[in-house]
């Protein structure tokens, strides 16, 4: 099994280090990763400057763009192939409920997925790498365990039926022995980011640092917050389709009225009518 493996605090992580060498274990792993940390950096792409990728001494590939950049970059031609499986992390910090909007962790293996691979997201629950041997473990196991549905995949994407899925996994910060084993959670809801903090730079200019992100608003039984709170590691599918489907009729229904409203076009006066003709 083949993977490419990218995340967004850049190729020296601790987090993508201990990925890629759990992962090695179980397939052949090649690294295209940020050169510098791009978190919350979502699905942007890199347009109006060259991108450049080089490898650093361990073999690891790294790319002067965000990491969505890193994986289209290695999909549509720096690899010359097309990976089983696209993975992204360990991600320094929770990605869960709204979270997953502006993840860049989420928009590396995204992006994997959009170009019809499997793609599974990895993050710890919170910051400071701690019990990241644990965490390690665990995105292993799962792998694992969805080898024989990647391979199949590969099989059907050969005969030209393939549906790829897309998974957003939160771990525990918690030692091995301590986690609960895997659950499958939607996403919950944050509450409103915190305040922006405004200061003053040495020349007199106000300045402003996005504010942390808001506690949890939905954490109930069924959510990532709750599964991840109870030790338990959370495997939430994600999908594409941004539609409100449910107010689909709504919304066409008062479109509909509003079309009925709108008055037709008044005919041009003779004059000006005969203006434009001649022209």
Not at 120 to 125: N, P
Not at 138 to 143: D, F, P
Not at 245 to 265: E, F, G, K, T
Request: some cysteine; hydrophobic content about 40%; charged content about 15%.
């Amino acid at each position: 099994m083949k993977i490419l493996l990218s995340n967004d605090d850049g190729y020296q992580a601790p987090g993508i280090q201990a990925l890629y060498e759990a992962l090695s274990e179980i397939a052949c792993v090649e690294v295209v990763a940020p050169e510098h940390n791009n978190s919350a950096k979502s699905n942007a792409l890199t347009l109006h400057s060259p991108l450049y990728v080089h490898t650093a001494h361990n073999g690891f590939r790294y790319v002067n763009g965000t990491p969505a950049d890193c994986v289209h970059i290695a999909l549509t031609g720096f690899l010359g192939y097309t990976p089983d499986l696209v993975v992204s992390g360990i991600n320094n910090g929770a990605n869960m409920g709204d979270d997953t909007i502006y993840s860049g962790t989420v928009g590396a293996a995204m992006e994997g997925y959009l170009f019809g691979v499997p793609a599974v997201a990895f993050s710890q629950t919170e910051k400071g790498w701690r019990h990241l041997d644990a965490a390690a473990a665990k995105a292993q196991e799962l792998i694992r365990f969805l080898t024989p549905s990647i391979l199949a995949h590969r099989q059907a994407a050969e005969g030209g039926h393939h549906e790829p899925w897309l998974l957003n996994v939160n771990i525990p910060c918690l030692p091995l022995a301590q986690l609960q084993g895997f659950k499958v959670a939607r996403l919950g809801r944050r509450h409103a980011a915190e305040p922006v903090i405004k200061q003053v730079n040495p020349r007199g200019e106000t300045m402003y640092w996005i504010g942390a992100a808001g506690p949890a608003k939905d954490e109930a039984e069924g959510t990532d917050f709750h599964a991840t709170a109870q030790g338990y590691v959370s495997v939430t599918p994600l999908q594409i389709d941004l539609t409100d489907h449910a107010r689909l009729a709504y919304w066409a229904q008062s479109v509909a009225h509003l079309s009925a409203r709108q008055p037709m076009a008044e005919p041009l006066p003779a004059a000006a009518s005969s203006e434009f003709r001649s022209r």
